[in-house]
T-cell receptor, first 115, second 111 residues
Framework: GAGVSQSPRYKVAKRGQDVALRCDPISGHVSLFWYQQALGQGPEFLTYFQNEAQLDKSGLPSDRFFAERPEGSVSTLKIQRTQQEDSAVYLC?????????????FGPGTRLTVL | AQSVTQLGSHVSVSEGALVLLRCNYSSSVPPYLFWYVQYPNQGLQLLLKYTSAATLVKGINGFEAEFKKSETSFHLTKPSAHMSDAAEYFCAVSRNTPLVFGKGTRLSVIA
């Protein structure tokens, strides 16, 4: 596709439910990032993949958060037993190369609301 | 550790007036610096970046930013605001780390 796509765009979950958020990066992009953006805040790093390898997951807030990219393309962020504090916009970004000076291309995000 | 401080969560300017959005960074190594713009319900879009070449960086839509090491600043400017510039702007820093974003500045443009 022309850009990074994410689905669903909006998700409402009851507290305790599991959710799965999908990211389709730009074709051929090696690097993929997940960010969490709380209301009125800047994005905060969650995790980073280079191809299928998860090289950094230091930003995941708890072991309820899990991300995968099994074939080095599409990625899924899973949140188990959702809590109200998980409510945020989850952004995915892809990058053509590996250098941290390269531009990251962001998707529109998934807005998660936990009731 | 790296960090970014954006002064002013909300800036309001008249159409045609100068836009100045402030960003100060903290980094123990020479940083890479970025400005991103976010329109409602859209992802972030890169405006410009500094990667240790020219200190005055020109970006898209008439924006530019100047890296000032002595002031640890990377302020974003545009000579003449347009209504379409109304959006949220984020400054970010990285160097051997994932991007670290500031809290953002919402720019309003008044007709």
């Amino acid at each position: 596709g022309a850009g990074v796509s994410q689905s669903p765009r909006y998700k409402v979950a009851k507290r305790g439910q599991d959710v799965a958020l999908r990211c389709d990066p730009i074709s051929g992009h090696v690097s993929l990032f997940w960010y969490q953006q709380a209301l009125g805040q800047g994005p905060e790093f969650l995790t980073y993949f280079q191809n299928e390898a998860q090289l950094d997951k230091s930003g995941l807030p708890s072991d309820r958060f899990f991300a995968e990219r099994p074939e080095g393309s599409v990625s899924t962020l899973k949140i188990q037993r959702t809590q109200q504090e998980d409510s945020a916009v989850y952004l995915c970004a892809s990058q053509q190369g590996r250098g941290d000076y390269n531009e990251q291309f962001f998707g529109p995000g998934t807005r998660l609301t936990v009731l | 550790a790296q960090s970014v401080t954006q002064l002013g969560s909300h800036v309001s300017v008249s159409e045609g007036a100068l836009v100045l959005l402030r960003c100060n960074y903290s980094s123990s190594v020479p940083p890479y610096l970025f400005w991103y713009v976010q329109y409602p319900n859209q992802g972030l879009q890169l405006l410009l970046k500094y990667t240790s070449a020219a200190t005055l960086v020109k970006g898209i839509n008439g924006f530019e930013a100047e890296f000032k090491k002595s002031e640890t600043s990377f302020h974003l400017t545009k000579p003449s605001a347009h209504m379409s510039d109304a959006a949220e702007y984020f400054c970010a820093v990285s160097r051997n780390t994932p991007l670290v974003f500031g809290k953002g500045t919402r720019l309003s443009v008044i007709a």
